[in-house]
Nanobody, 118 residues
Framework: VQLVESGGGSVQAGGTLRLSCSASTTAYSMNCMGWVRHPPGPEREGIAQIVSDGTTEYRDSVKGRFTISKDSATNTLYLQMNSLKPEDTGMYYC??????????????WGQGTQVTVS
């Protein structure tokens, strides 16, 4: 099972990045996929998730700025990030698992891609 992120980098506040996650068939077939951010500090925070019927959910702090989507033709998960803020800085992980009443229980994780906003 494989999840490989790309697209991170360093941008100025107000800038844009698009993260991609190339998923193996097993990972992509999971009913819930999402992006989890690990900012400086001890805790990870869920940013966005998408379930198999296309329903999406977002962390309040990124609503209206970030968009999660997926392409079934290429087994790729995306995160379009606009109007980036310094507080969006962190390691971004792609993850796959099963949906819960709130959020997802992630079973598979990528290695992460760093996003730095200054």
């Amino acid at each position: 099972v494989q999840l490989v992120e790309s697209g991170g980098g360093s941008v100025q506040a107000g800038g844009t990045l698009r993260l991609s996650c190339s998923a193996s068939t097993t990972a992509y077939s999971m009913n819930c996929m999402g992006w989890v951010r690990h900012p400086p500090g001890p805790e990870r925070e869920g940013i966005a998730q998408i379930v198999s019927d296309g329903t999406t959910e977002y962390r309040d702090s990124v609503k209206g700025r970030f968009t999660i989507s997926k392409d079934s033709a290429t087994n790729t998960l995306y995160l379009q990030m606009n109007s980036l803020k310094p507080e969006d800085t962190g390691m971004y992980y792609c993850a796959a698992g099963r949906p819960l009443h709130i959020g997802c229980a992630y079973k598979y994780w990528g290695q992460g891609t760093q996003v730095t906003v200054s």
